[in-house]
């Protein structure tokens, strides 16, 4: 059964840094593209990062760039958000999601999601 699982969230002050792991299980993440994305309270769901199926290529929102790096790891089947300089407006529930393809689409157009990780920024 593919499954994605995400972990890594949680409460952490503003400068901070998490790193978001995403674990697939009943498949293989090599012919897929990844990407994270983020929902907060009463907003609609936003992509924040991408990386290829073949790692070669990358992609990050304006608002993270600079601060947020997606990075795969083919040998234990997971792909990796570190995330650094965390503001409070970064507060969100984290998902993952892959695409069968060389890279993402947006939230509507990725074919499987995990069910996300509280990420909270806040003193």
């Known amino acids: 059964q593919l499954q994605l699982v995400e972990s890594g969230g949680g409460l952490v002050q503003p400068g901070g840094s998490l790193r978001l792991s995403c674990a697939a299980s009943?498949?293989?993440?090599?012919?897929?593209?990844v990407g994270w994305f983020r929902q907060a309270p009463g907003k609609e769901r936003e992509g924040v990062s991408c990386?290829?199926?073949?790692?070669?290529?990358?992609y990050y929102a304006d608002s993270v760039k600079g601060r947020f790096t997606i990075s795969r790891d083919n040998a234990k089947n997971t792909v990796y958000m570190q995330m650094n300089s965390l503001k409070p407006e970064d507060t969100a529930v984290y998902y993952c999601?892959?695409?069968?393809?060389?890279?993402?689409?947006?939230?509507?157009?990725?074919?499987?999601w995990g069910k996300g990780t509280l990420v909270t920024v806040s003193s």
């Open positions: 999601a892959t695409k069968h393809d060389y890279y993402c689409a947006g939230p509507g157009g990725m074919d499987d």
């Open positions: 990386i290829s199926s073949s790692d070669d290529n990358t």
């Open positions: 009943g498949f293989s993440l090599d012919y897929y593209a």
